[in-house]
């Protein structure tokens, strides 16, 4: 079963907009994973935060947890045309010592040239 | 390149067929993680392997079957097929358990016919 439900199920921006997309889960978790993925293929990591983290950034990427509200988001600043691809966020239970991921439905985001 | 192999990359069987997909994490993880992707399941976590030891179990049909060796590349076998058990299998490996990065191969594209 699925932890996360993510927001909005699909984005469509123009080139040089932000991007801005939400994840809420259910349980204590561990960590929180973003993961992106290309049309059918492999999913990449792109950012971890832990649960005793507030944000974090990494180049145009910065991630929030607010573990009191079970939410995060994503946010990509200045977007491109090759961030078009679905991006995933992924919990790790807190009691969790196995690091299995439980996924969300994802968001696509489709940025427009 | 994530660093994590599966083969094959695509493959088309009967129903009630067996088939078998391979992994082979990066070099030094001791985690392998199968996960599968439908369209309406989404992402899930079938099972974990670490260190040539399950570790933990997820949504995993008892048709379904996985192991570990002692290269620590893995195996998922898939049996008595079903037109439901066409999906997108991806193999993921991380260094540890819980509070680490997976990194996902490209995937096994099975469709079953």
């Known amino acids: 079963s699925q932890q996360g439900e993510e927001d909005p199920q699909a984005l469509s921006i123009q080139e040089g907009e932000n991007a801005t997309m939400n994840c809420s889960y259910k349980?204590?978790?561990?960590?929180l994973q973003w993961y992106r993925q290309n049309s059918g293929r492999g999913l990449v990591h792109l950012i971890l935060?832990?649960?005793?983290?507030r944000e974090k950034h990494s180049g145009r990427l910065r991630v929030t947890l607010d573990t009191s509200k079970k939410s995060s988001s994503l946010l990509i600043t200045a977007s491109r045309a090759a961030d078009t691809a679905s991006y995933f966020c992924?919990?790790?239970?807190?009691?969790?010592?196995?690091?299995?991921?439980?996924f969300g439905q994802g968001t696509t985001l489709q940025v427009k040239p | 390149d994530s660093g994590v192999t599966q083969t094959p990359k695509h493959l088309i069987t009967a129903t009630g067929q067996r088939v078998t997909l391979r992994c082979s994490p990066r070099?030094?993880?001791?985690?392998v993680y199968w996960y599968q992707q439908s369209l309406d399941q989404g992402l899930q976590f079938l099972i974990q392997?670490?260190?040539?030891?399950?570790?933990a179990k997820g949504n995993i049909l008892e048709r379904f079957s996985a192991q570990q060796f002692p290269d620590l590349h893995s195996e998922l076998n898939l049996s008595s097929l079903e037109l439901g058990d066409s999906a997108l299998y991806f193999c993921?490996?991380?260094?540890?358990?819980?509070?680490?990065?997976?990194?996902f191969g490209q995937g096994t594209r099975l469709t079953v016919v």
């Open positions: 992924a919990t790790v239970h807190g009691s969790s010592n196995t690091g299995k991921l439980i």
């Open positions: 935060i832990r649960s005793n983290e």
């Open positions: 349980t204590s978790i561990n960590n």
């Open positions: 070099s030094g993880d001791l985690s």
């Open positions: 392997y670490y260190n040539g030891e399950e570790r």
């Open positions: 993921a490996s991380s260094a540890q358990g819980g509070s680490t990065e997976a990194f």
